[in-house]
């Protein structure tokens, strides 16, 4: 599969704009692994190759346990491996990365906000429209994984 364009170099102030969301989330309180684990989760949904690849070896670096990134699209069902921020966070970015499906429930949102403050829980949301945002970018245009590219 070759890359379409490069939409780095066709809308460079577009794609500082989402930059400046990304800078946003990383101050935004929330640990960064935290916010990775959430980019990695809504990737997995979307199959978005290249996110995939960057987000598992951001967390890697960070020094995140192999068998946690292993268990991510299962946390459910991984017991204590993660918290009950991640939990939440993962279960949050879930019904909204699949709003078409889910309509974003009332449960899901008393769920989330019986762990998240408001302000964290708008910031989870901009975390998760983003993370769409770029693996829509990233899909659409054929970005090749890091990893493919090592081959």
Known sequence: MS??????????????????????????????????LVYLRISQINNCAYCLDMH???????????????????????????????????????SVTRVAETG????AYEAARAVFDERELVDLTIATGLMNAYNRMAISFRNTPQAALEK
């Open 3 to 36: 890359k379409r364009l490069d939409y780095n170099q066709i809308a460079p102030a577009g794609v500082k704009a989402l930059g400046g969301v990304y800078g946003y989330i990383m101050q935004s309180g929330f640990p960064s692994e935290l916010v990775e």
């Open 56 to 94: 598992t070896r951001d967390l890697l670096k960070k020094g995140q346990q192999i068998e946690k990134l292993a268990l991510v699209q299962a946390w459910r069902e991984a017991g204590n491996l993660f918290d009950e921020r991640e939990r939440a966070a993962l279960a949050w970015a879930e």
């Open 104 to 107: 974003v429930p009332d449960k």
